[in-house]
């Protein structure tokens, strides 16, 4: 398997390379040249596989040639192993034909272990075949961090830099991160937002001179590995409620598009998806682009449902370039357009997003009446990302006879602000964390500058 960036003009790269790469030379994102398609047969076959086995069998084909059979089936053991339910990704039945996916059965709570558990152990695999280190330099909005940490925390081949907007995550979420005291484990607080974190990290793999000589690595989603680790997690619950014989559709809370990006790509690997819904909050620039072809940058609102507090939807780019007709020059011309300014999508384009996609914007407000609602109702708490992408699936659903599986992609203890003011009692810490409040933090706040980050980073590797 080869991929190729959607800008255009890098090389096409093993998976290895894209692996440690993360980002294209030419600004672009990696995606497989080709995708696999699985038939109705071979995926009914796959009914009653375990999790693991079943990630094997999704993923195995984006990976063969570069990391043997037996040492990926090894990975993937490994980084399952620490999840705390037998079925890795449970279901919970919240009404009639409606799931909840519950993705946060891991060690820091949040969806992002799926991928990121797998992600360290494939880079510290690939490294130590190339006798290479690699400094890891990653955004967060909140749960990324914690999960990359998590999962590259031990390794020998990595240093790990995770950026943070100051005082603009939960503090669940920076102590996760924070109270993780390893000697190749720096977390930076920097006095900006989210978008100026991801830009810093997309500024320094386009110019990694001040590394003098080291090497770039992303555990972010603009990394092909986060995305495949993800696509696994759609075709194991669907098999769960009756796919391939019947449709399902999903919704999905999402800010960067990383998540329901690896949705489409099972709808396309041969899962039957009727619907894709797009669940954002305020900041929603993916609503908008897809419901009325509106692409322009607006300021950033701060909201209960911090991890989606973006307004540069990466991953998005990777759908763009299916939607051009996977032209590079294209997405290159409308990418360097977006960054001087408003853009739309050409009719055809938007067509094509249109055609995939339904979308729907949900307020701090409506996010707290839906937590308050289903727990009335069913006792069943949900954080506030889950509660937005329940209550967009309750208003784009179609067909009430296909089941429609919201995707709940973090623990409702990470965010009892929001849980709080919906009028329920925050839950305790697991049994893991029960101690993270007195737990030693280790972080350093940083100014708003490109220049002070490099440089904190160039000096302690």
């Known amino acids: 398997m080869k991929y190729i960036s959607t800008r255009g003009k890098a090389p096409a790269l093993s998976?290895?390379?894209?692996?440690?790469?993360?980002?294209a030379n030419d600004g672009g994102l990696y995606v497989p040249e080709s995708l696999p398609h699985y038939s109705k047969e071979e995926i009914a076959?796959?009914?009653?596989?375990?999790?693991?086995?079943?990630?094997?069998?999704?993923?195995?084909?984006?990976?063969?040639?570069?990391?043997?059979?037996?040492?990926?089936?090894?990975?993937?053991?490994?980084?399952y192993a620490g999840f705390n339910h037998s079925s890795i990704a449970p279901m919970v039945q919240v009404g009639n034909n409606e799931w909840i996916l519950e993705l946060f059965r891991s060690s820091t709570l949040a969806f992002k272990d799926f991928a990121l558990q797998l992600l360290g152990r494939l880079m510290d695999y690939v490294l130590a075949e190339r006798k290479e280190k690699l400094v890891i330099l990653g955004a967060t909005s909140g749960d990324t961090g914690s999960a990359a940490i998590?999962?590259?925390?031990?390794?020998?081949?990595?240093?790990?830099?995770?950026?943070?907007?100051?005082?603009?995550?939960?503090?669940?979420?920076r102590r996760q991160m924070t109270t993780v005291i390893d000697n190749n484990v720096f977390n930076i607080a920097v006095k900006g937002n989210f978008d100026d974190c991801q830009g810093m990290v997309k500024s320094s793999f386009a110019d990694q001179s001040f590394l003098k000589g080291a090497k770039l690595g992303a555990v972010n989603s603009i990394n092909w590995a986060r995305i495949m680790a993800q696509v696994v997690y759609y075709f194991s619950s669907a098999l769960s409620v009756g796919a391939p014989h019947r449709e399902v559709s999903f919704s999905v809370p999402t800010g960067n598009f990383g998540d329901i990006f690896a949705g489409y790509l099972a709808k396309k690997m041969g899962l039957p998806i009727d619907q894709l819904v797009v669940a954002?909050?305020?900041?929603?620039?993916?609503?908008?682009?897809?419901?009325?072809?509106?692409?322009?940058?607006q300021s950033l609102n701060v909201t209960l449902s911090p991890s989606m507090d973006i307004m540069v939807s990466s991953n998005f780019e990777r759908l763009l370039f299916d939607a051009h007709g996977r032209d590079g020059a294209q997405i290159d011309d409308l990418m360097a357009r977006f960054n001087q300014g408003d853009v739309s999508l050409n009719d055809d384009a938007w067509s094509f997003v249109k055609e995939n996609f339904d979308s729907y914007k949900v307020d701090d407000e409506k996010t707290c009446?839906?937590?308050?609602?289903?727990?009335?109702?069913?006792?069943?708490?949900?954080?506030?990302?889950?509660?937005?992408?329940?209550?967009?699936?309750?208003?784009c659903w179609k067909d009430k006879s296909v089941p429609?599986?919201?995707?709940?992609?973090?623990?409702?203890?990470?965010?009892?602000?929001?849980?709080?003011?919906?009028?329920?009692?925050?839950?305790?810490?697991?049994?893991?964390?029960?101690?993270?409040?007195?737990?030693?933090?280790?972080?350093?706040?940083?100014?708003?500058?490109?220049?002070?980050?490099?440089?904190?980073?160039?000096?302690?590797?």
């Open 404 to 461: 429609m599986i919201t995707l709940a992609t973090a623990h409702p203890v990470k965010f009892p602000e929001a849980v709080e003011k919906a009028g329920c009692e925050s839950p305790k810490l697991p049994e893991h964390m029960k101690d993270l409040f007195e737990r030693e933090e280790s972080y350093s706040v940083l100014e708003n500058s490109l220049s002070d980050v490099q440089a904190f980073v160039a000096e302690k590797i």
């Open 150 to 173: 998590e999962g590259c925390r031990h390794s020998e081949h990595l240093d790990i830099f995770i950026l943070h907007p100051y005082q603009r995550v939960s503090e669940v979420q």
């Open 369 to 395: 009446e839906v937590i308050a609602d289903v727990f009335a109702s069913t006792q069943y708490l949900l954080d506030p990302h889950t509660a937005i992408g329940l209550e967009a699936a309750r208003n």
């Open 45 to 79: 076959s796959w009914a009653n596989l375990s999790y693991q086995e079943l990630a094997f069998k999704v993923m195995w084909p984006f990976v063969e040639g570069d990391i043997p059979e037996a040492a990926f089936k090894k990975m993937i053991d490994e980084a």
């Open 280 to 297: 954002t909050n305020q900041n929603d620039i993916l609503h908008r682009v897809i419901a009325e072809n509106d692409m322009s940058r």
């Open 15 to 23: 998976f290895g390379d894209v692996l440690l790469a993360g980002l």
